[in-house]
Nanobody, 122 residues
């Protein structure tokens, strides 16, 4: 599975962005998908995750109520809608997939996209 994350950019605090993760090579409809992010000088941490069916989701406390993860298996795509963006959301965002249920740790994921930069300005 090859993954490509895109949709990042520069946005003012309080604004919104929608990230997309597109899969190619094979269908990832049977894979759970996670969005991770790595801010400057920080570890790469889970942001949100979604089961292959879309029926189960996970959100880090820092983004609950602001971010929404969703997927369209017919399009082999997973999305991360980010609203009410804060300065601390500035990071490179990565999507990743794994067989089975979603996980919250990097090592649990088998395939990774290249990352897309999100910069939130004041």
């Amino acid at each position: 599975v090859q993954l490509q994350a895109y949709g990042g950019g520069l946005v003012q605090a309080g604004g919104s962005l929608r990230l997309s993760c597109a899969a190619s090579g094979r269908s990832f409809s049977s894979h759970a998908t996670g969005w991770f992010r790595q801010g400057p000088g920080k570890e790469r941490d889970i942001v949100a995750a979604i089961a292959w069916s879309g029926g189960s989701t996970y959100y880090a406390d820092s983004v609950k109520g602001r971010f929404t993860i969703s997927r369209d298996n017919a399009k082999n795509a997973v999305y991360l809608q980010m609203n009410s963006l804060k300065l601390e959301d500035t990071a490179v965002y990565y999507c990743a997939v794994r067989r089975g249920g979603w996980g919250t740790l990097q090592y649990q994921y088998d395939y990774w996209g290249q990352g897309t930069q999100v910069t939130v300005s004041s």
